[in-house]
């Protein structure tokens, strides 16, 4: 197959695929659509080609239509292994696998051979994690590929690190393919509002056969509206009943859980600093692309220190951490993030320009009682500073540097 001619390397991803190439281990991308999971998979054709010119690619694609006639598990393994030639490794790519139903059948039937290294792409979170913890459980590795950091956004979009540039990526989001679009709110949208369009009818509403779509764009708007904001599914609920919106505690929460496993919000657990537990009632919601939530409601300066929040928890998932919202007592504490058995805590503000703003934001985090970093992050461009052992960061630095 040809290769796209421009190929922009998101190095971060490809450095943790690479210790696993050519291991009889399947590779498994997920993300939301359009995060530039495709790309990755030409990336590792690309430096698979790189190191072995003759080596033997089989790509599939289940958006092209090229490969509309294979719907079952069996016709997906008779096609690759109809492809197979030569004596070294055969490089398999499946792009969108879940589109086949049954599809970790044929995976785990290929996998029976040492010579095949398998890559897979997934739009779907709990059908992926279900289907091949069950079927191939301690045969894949999973990837979390996500829409483009920061750093990443400057990187392909060519710009400085800038306070206006930062502010283009809080407006837009950073999904890969905006760098084919001239940055403007009018151009932008229009393609934000077809990715947002997809994702909702095609992964959600199509996906689990949802007959009230109606309720399901309230409950984004909704989730939109208050980013960061502690609910349950009963709040959610009652709210949406005094909008003349009548629905169950439990449709909330299948709502919610389908438009996670479809990637386009993200649930954050509360844990318990003291009792070192999940609380099993209250959860926060952030976008996984900020561009598509801003089409829902817009981009508004009211909304700073919610995006500013979002901002923070979106850069933790792509350094690979594990987030949860701490509580110690009936202090919050934003985000608690893990990784390699190591931890760190941080507080989000937009500014710091009182006593009674710092107390509040360097003061819970003093009352936690242990030596793991902590970190107050906000807007404000000046940094450089620490309170009692707590490093200030001003939001840009955190995003190019941590």
Do not use: W
Request: hydrophobic share 35%; no cysteine; aromatic share 14%.
């Amino acid at each position: 197959m040809e290769l796209p001619r421009r190929l922009i390397e998101r190095t971060g991803y490809l450095e943790r695929i690479k210790p696993f190439m050519r291991k009889n281990i399947a590779k498994v991308l997920t993300g939301q659509r359009r995060v530039g999971k495709s790309f990755l998979l030409f990336q590792l054709m690309k430096y698979v080609l790189e190191e072995e010119p003759e080596a033997n690619i089989i790509y599939l694609n289940f958006e092209d239509l090229s490969f509309s006639s294979i719907r079952t598990p069996e016709e997906m393994s008779a096609y690759i292994t109809s492809k197979f030639e030569g004596d070294g490794y055969h490089y398999i790519f499946i792009d969108e696998i879940q589109e086949v139903p049954g599809f970790e059948r044929a995976i785990r039937s290929l996998l029976l051979s040492p010579r095949n290294d398998v890559y897979l792409t997934g739009s779907n979170a709990k059908m992926l994690s279900s289907e091949l913890a069950t079927y191939l459980s301690g045969r894949y590795i999973e990837v979390n590929v996500y829409s483009l950091s920061y750093e990443e956004f400057l990187v392909f979009h060519q710009l400085a690190d800038t306070e206006e540039h930062l502010e283009l990526y809080s407006r837009y989001g950073g999904l890969p393919y905006l760098v084919n679009l001239p940055l403007t709110d009018e151009v932008v949208n229009e393609y934000l509002k077809s990715v947002y369009s997809t994702i909702v009818f095609r992964d959600v509403v199509g996906r689990y056969n949802l007959r009230n779509s109606v309720f399901l764009e309230r409950l984004i708007r909704f989730l939109s509206e208050n980013i960061g904001s502690l609910f349950s599914a009963k709040n959610i609920s009652d709210y949406l009943k005094s909008q003349h919106a009548t629905v169950s505690v439990n449709q909330v929460q299948n709502y919610t859980q389908y438009l996670s496993n479809a990637f386009l919000i993200h649930r954050v657990e509360r844990y318990d600093l003291v009792g070192k537990r999940i609380f099993e009632i209250g959860e926060k919601y952030y976008f996984e692309n900020l561009g598509i939530r801003n089409t829902v409601i817009g981009y508004r300066v009211t909304d700073r220190a919610k995006l500013l929040e979002n901002l923070v928890y979106n850069h933790l998932l792509y350094r690979g951490y594990r987030v949860k919202v701490g509580y110690l007592g009936t202090n919050e504490i934003d985000f608690v993030a893990e990784k390699d058995n190591e931890r760190i805590y941080i507080q989000v503000a937009l500014r710091i320009d009182n006593e009674e703003t710092a107390k509040r934001e360097f003061g819970n985090l003093l009352k936690i009682q242990d030596n793991y970093p902590k970190l107050v992050i906000t807007a404000d461009p000046y940094g450089g500073h620490s309170y009692e052992g707590i490093v200030h960061y001003p939001i840009r630095q955190f995003l190019t540097t941590f």
